[in-house]
């Protein structure tokens, strides 16, 4: 696991946990622990999975179509 860190400048304090709530959104730690909150059920659990494999793939054909 890899450490998150910012660093506050001239107190400003709103600025530097706008930057680290941004920081651990990207992370993916926010969507992991909403699915670590409950149970999910094995089919539920491959058809997501699923989803966000056909997602990526079609993320990069679209990035691919472009170049």
Sequence with gaps: MKAIEV???D???EKA????KKKIQNDG????LKLKKSYE?????R???QREALR????????????
Excluded at 17 to 20: A, G, N, V
């Design 7 to 9: 660093k506050v400048y």
């Design 11 to 13: 107190n400003d304090l």
């Design 17 to 20: 946990m706008r930057i680290l």
């Design 29 to 32: 730690l926010f969507k992991r």
């Design 41 to 45: 059920k094995p089919s539920e659990y």
């Design 47 to 49: 058809r997501r999975k």
């Design 56 to 67: 990526r793939q079609r993320i990069a054909a679209a990035k691919s179509r472009y170049r």
